[in-house]
């Protein structure tokens, strides 16, 4: 898992749902730029408790491969917090069984939120290879706004992550023809 001081936040855009805004930041880890979600910002758009969705991530050794700890700010204020990189953005959306999941309006959220996220992917992928701006830096902060605007997403990197989408929409397309999200 990264922590705060191997991966930052560039830029922070709240994007329209189909069931309600999602905080998305471009996030640098090491050398790449990758898109991440505030774990607690999904948990609340789909009907989740926050606890049961960070234990769900820190059950699974690949999704806590994804999950990285950010420090934002807003203003003055600054706080830390846990988010989700793409892969596990997928990843947590798909091993939330909803033939499972009693409560329908529940049960609709997060579909409508894999649907949503499985067709926005490229989209955003679009988004990060423009230059990327970098929230406002603090006054210690070394980030050097200059070098983050020439920043891009390897392709190779993208090209794995449109193939994980790929098939996950076809897993998602098969479910949906056998019945097994009604």
Do not use: C
Not at 21 to 29: D, G, N, S, Y
Not at 53 to 74: A, F, G, Q, W
Request: overall charge neutral; aromatic content about 4%; glycine content about 4%.
């Amino acid at each position: 898992m990264a922590t705060a001081t191997s991966a930052s936040v560039l830029r922070i855009k709240d994007v329209a749902t189909p069931i309600g805004l999602l905080q998305i930041a471009w996030v640098k880890v090491g050398s790449q730029v990758d898109i991440g979600v505030s774990v607690a910002r999904l948990a609340e758009l789909v009907g989740y408790e926050n606890n049961p969705i960070h234990s769900l991530i820190e059950r699974n050794p690949l999704l806590r491969e994804y999950k990285v700890i950010l420090e934002t700010h807003d203003g003055n204020l600054r706080r830390l917090q846990a988010y989700l990189l793409t892969p596990g953005i997928l990843g947590l959306l798909m091993k939330l069984s909803t033939p499972r999941v009693k409560d329908s309006a529940k049960k609709e959220r997060i579909i409508a939120l894999q649907k949503w996220i499985l067709e926005k992917a490229s989209e955003l992928r679009l988004e990060v290879e423009e230059p990327v701006f970098a929230q406002e830096p603090l006054p210690n902060n070394k980030r050097d706004p200059e070098e983050m605007n020439q920043m891009k997403v390897p392709l190779e990197l993208w090209e794995a992550i449109v193939k994980q989408v790929e098939a996950m929409a076809s897993l998602l397309r098969y479910v949906e023809q056998k019945g097994g999200t009604e």
